[in-house]
C-alpha cells in the first residue's frame, strides 16, 4: 500500500458526460502528479500541482481540468467525455517543494475509466 | 527531449533464475533520477528502485538491483532468485529538471513472465 488513494476504482460512463477524479496524496506529501496510461499512448503526464498550485502541465486536453484543494486532496475533473478516454487514471504523489531529482513518486491504485 | 527506451516488450524467465530488464535513457540535465516500477495484473504501480546520476554506487534494493552504467546511459534492473510474484509488467522512468518540470517520463515497459 502506497498510501496514496483514488476512488473510485472503476467508473463506466457514456460519451458526452463529466466526471470526477479523486485523490488523496500520501501524508506529508505537497505534491500531487496525474498521469494516463493508455494502450495506444502509454504512460503519460498530465498535470502537477504542488500545495494548491498548478507547478506543470502535460499532455492534458482543454476538456480536462484539475485543481489541489487547501487538504491537499486533488480532483482530475474529465468533460464532454470520448471512447477514446478510456484509460487508468493514476495519481501520484512526492514531498515536493525541493526541485531535485530525488523526489520518488508513489502512486494510487488508479481510477479505470471506460467511457461507452 | 527526455527519452525512456525500453527494447524488451516481453520476457520469459525460469523461476529462480535472475533476469536483468534493459532500459537505456537520454536527457542534457547532468542531474536527474531514474526509476523502475513494477505493475502486476491487478493494475498498481508499485515503486520498486532508484538510482540518482550522482550515486557512485549502484543501488540496491532486497533482490532488486539496478546496473548503472552512466556513460552508456543504461539503468539497468536485475532481478535476483526470480519468483512467480514478479511476473508483471515493468516500467523504467525517469526524472530530470529540465524546463522545471518535476514528471516522469516513462518507457514503454517489458512484461516479464516467470515460468515455474
Known amino acids: 500500500d502506497s498510501g496514496v488513494t483514488q476512488t473510485p476504482k472503476h467508473l463506466i460512463t457514456a460519451t458526452g458526460q463529466r466526471v470526477t477524479l479523486r485523490c488523496s496524496p500520501r501524508s506529508g506529501d505537497l505534491s500531487v502528479y496525474w498521469y494516463q496510461q493508455s494502450l495506444d499512448q502509454g504512460l503519460q503526464f498530465l498535470i502537477h500541482y504542488y500545495n494548491g498550485e498548478e507547478r506543470a502541465k502535460g499532455n492534458i486536453l482543454e476538456r480536462f481540468s484539475a485543481q489541489q484543494f487547501p487538504d491537499l486532496h486533488s480532483e482530475l475533473n474529465l468533460s464532454s467525455l470520448e471512447l477514446g478516454d478510456s484509460a487508468l487514471y493514476f495519481c501520484?504523489?512526492?514531498?515536493?517543494?525541493?526541485?531535485?531529482?530525488?523526489?520518488?513518486?508513489?502512486f494510487g491504485p488508479g481510477t479505470r475509466l471506460t467511457v461507452l | 527531449a527526455q527519452k525512456i527506451t525500453q527494447t524488451q516488450p516481453g520476457m520469459f524467465v525460469q523461476e529462480k533464475e535472475a533476469v536483468t530488464l534493459d532500459c537505456t535513457y537520454d536527457?542534457?540535465?547532468?542531474?536527474?533520477?531514474l526509476f523502475w516500477y513494477k505493475q502486476p495484473s491487478s493494475g498498481e504501480m508499485i515503486f520498486l528502485i532508484y538510482q540518482g546520476s550522482y550515486d557512485q554506487q549502484n543501488a540496491t534494493e532486497g533482490r532488486y538491483s539496478l546496473n548503472f552504467q552512466k556513460a552508456r546511459k543504461s539503468a539497468n534492473l536485475v532481478i535476483s532468485a526470480s519468483q512467480l510474484g514478479d511476473s508483471a509488467m515493468y516500467f523504467c522512468a525517469m526524472r530530470d529538471l529540465i524546463g522545471g518540470n518535476e514528471k516522469l517520463t516513462f518507457g514503454t515497459g517489458t512484461r516479464l513472465t516467470i515460468i515455474p
Open positions: 536527457t542534457s540535465d547532468p542531474s536527474y533520477g
Open positions: 501520484a504523489s512526492s514531498v515536493g517543494g525541493r526541485r531535485v531529482s530525488t523526489d520518488t513518486q508513489y
